[in-house]
Nanobody, 121 residues
Framework: QVQLVESGGGLVQAGGSLRLSCAAS????????MGWYRQAPGHQRELVAA???????NYADSVKGRFTISRDNAKNTVYMQMNSLKHEDAAVYYC???????????????WGQGTQVTVSS
């Protein structure tokens, strides 16, 4: 099972910063590829940033240069530092974890419950 718990969301003024955290209750967290997704009302869930088990990161074009994803395998936690927040960043942010668990390619994946980010004027 993959249990993920997000924290760090809240209300922030445009131009401000937030740091999201996602704590994973899994064995061998270092094997997991982790991602942050977001979903705004009336929109589909979209990938914001991801970090692989070997630490390679990639970002949606809309957040490049403003958001930074990182991980601490010793703490089973993935972070996302969000700077220069814009109104369009407002959404529920979800953490996702995925790992390959067999040589046949079987995977396990899980989602957190989400944390709300609200950006005010």
């Amino acid at each position: 099972q993959v249990q993920l718990v997000e924290s760090g969301g809240g209300l922030v003024q445009a131009g401000g910063s937030l740091r999201l955290s996602c704590a994973a209750s899994v064995r061998r967290f270092s094997m997991f590829d982790m991602g942050w997704y977001r979903q705004a009302p009336g929109h589909q869930r979209e990938l914001v940033a991801a970090i692989t088990s070997d630490g390679s990161a990639n970002y949606a074009d809309s957040v490049k240069g403003r958001f930074t994803i990182s991980r601490d395998n010793a703490k089973n936690t993935v972070y996302m530092q969000m700077n220069s927040l814009k109104h369009e960043d407002a959404a529920v942010y979800y953490c996702n974890g995925r790992a390959v668990v067999s040589v046949a390619g079987a995977t396990i994946t899980g989602w957190g419950q989400g944390t709300q980010v609200t950006v005010s004027s």
